[in-house]
């Protein structure tokens, strides 16, 4: 496996990264800051997992809000 040093997501889960969100924003903020049903109707672990990967421009989403989190932590 090649070596990825300028890739930030390299490694790292999508249920890593959903659950580092959720705990950071809550579901509520999650759901303000990336409008989809998943965050905002009843929202659980599993189900946005399912819908994530199953919908790449949500998880492109997901994934630029998770790369902004990190720079500015």
Request: glycine share 4%; with cysteine; net charge positive.
């Amino acid at each position: 496996m090649e070596s990825q040093p300028n890739n930030p997501l390299h490694g790292v889960k999508l249920e890593q990264i959903l659950v580092a969100l959720q705990a950071h924003y809550g579901w509520d903020q999650l759901g303000e800051k990336i409008n989809i049903r998943c965050f905002t109707s009843n929202p659980t672990l599993k189900s946005s997992l399912k819908f994530l990967r199953r919908t790449p421009w949500a998880r492109t989403k997901v994934e630029n809000l998770y790369l902004s989190w990190l720079t500015s932590k």
